[in-house]
């Protein structure tokens, strides 16, 4: 299958030298790109300045790790990126804002046969209007007037009618009632397949699980371990006809 995912946090800039972002590190975009090439997809990468990468985010040595079990990893994942490097596209954003990302993954869609998108990049909601040069450090207080963003999502059967669309909702500290049922208006605004629901406290928490929630069909969760990423890329993947 041809997949496309996105990762990390969008920027806004308030000035030259100053942006407002997000707590996103785009580690869950990374391992669904690494189970969707495990599985023999290829994968276009649409991520963030400082998202992690799939594969290579794994790279860094472990200086405190036995030498030889360490040499040991990392011959595993010399072998596992040279099986899989031709299988994916890092598509990165130099500025990473909500307008570079609405360019790069219409690109994406446009131009490829794209069969699933899934889409955990963490895409700012308001932006500021950006000012040239750098605001002043002498003000104790500072308003920043802020301007809602266009939402991409929505824009993706656009651009791209018949792909399998993945879509993400984050809250934090929401009741699971009012995470399921957020999760279903935003599979009805943005023309999603499938909303995956989670919440920023049990992520923290160490209990992160994911809800998928389809239209008219009742939700299913996805309980916490380390292949969660890959469990949610298989269930995507039935459904998807992959």
């Known amino acids: 299958m041809k997949v496309v995912v996105t990762g990390g946090g969008t920027s806004a800039p308030i000035d030259d030298v100053r942006v407002i972002t997000n707590v996103s590190t785009g580690r869950t975009a990374a391992a669904i790109a690494e189970a969707c090439l495990d599985r023999g997809d290829e994968v276009w990468h649409v991520h963030a300045p400082l998202a992690e990468l799939p594969l290579l985010r794994s790279a860094a040595c472990d200086l405190d790790a036995d030498p030889d079990a360490e040499r040991e990893r990392l011959d595993r994942l010399r072998l596992r990126w040279r099986e899989r490097r031709d299988r ?9 804002t909500v307008a ?3 360019a790069a993954l219409r690109d994406v869609l ?6 699933v998108a899934f889409l955990p990049m963490a895409v700012s909601d308001y932006e500021p209007a950006p000012r040239a040069g750098k605001i002043g450090s002498q003000h104790d207080d500072l308003t920043i007037p802020l301007r809602r963003t ?7 059967r656009d651009w791209s009618p018949s792909v399998f669309l993945v879509g993400f909702k984050l809250l934090s500290g929401a009741p699971l009632p009012e995470l399921i049922r957020r999760a279903r208006e935003a599979c009805l605004i943005n023309r999603a397949d499938v909303t995956v629901a989670n919440d920023l406290a049990d992520v923290r928490a160490g209990r992160h699980a994911l809800h998928l929630v389809r239209p008219g069909r009742p939700e299913e969760t996805l309980a916490p371990g380390p292949d969660l990423a890959a469990r949610l890329v298989d269930r995507v993947r039935g459904w998807a006809g992959g």
């Not at 994916?88 to 990473?96: C, D, F, S």
């Not at 446009?110 to 069969?115: F, K």
Request: aromatic fraction near 4%; hydrophobic fraction near 45%.
């Open 88 to 96: 994916l596209h890092l598509v990165p954003l130099a500025g990473g």
């Open 100 to 102: 570079e990302y609405a």
């Open 110 to 115: 446009t131009s490829r046969a794209i069969d």
């Open 150 to 156: 266009p939402k991409v999502i929505r824009s993706v």
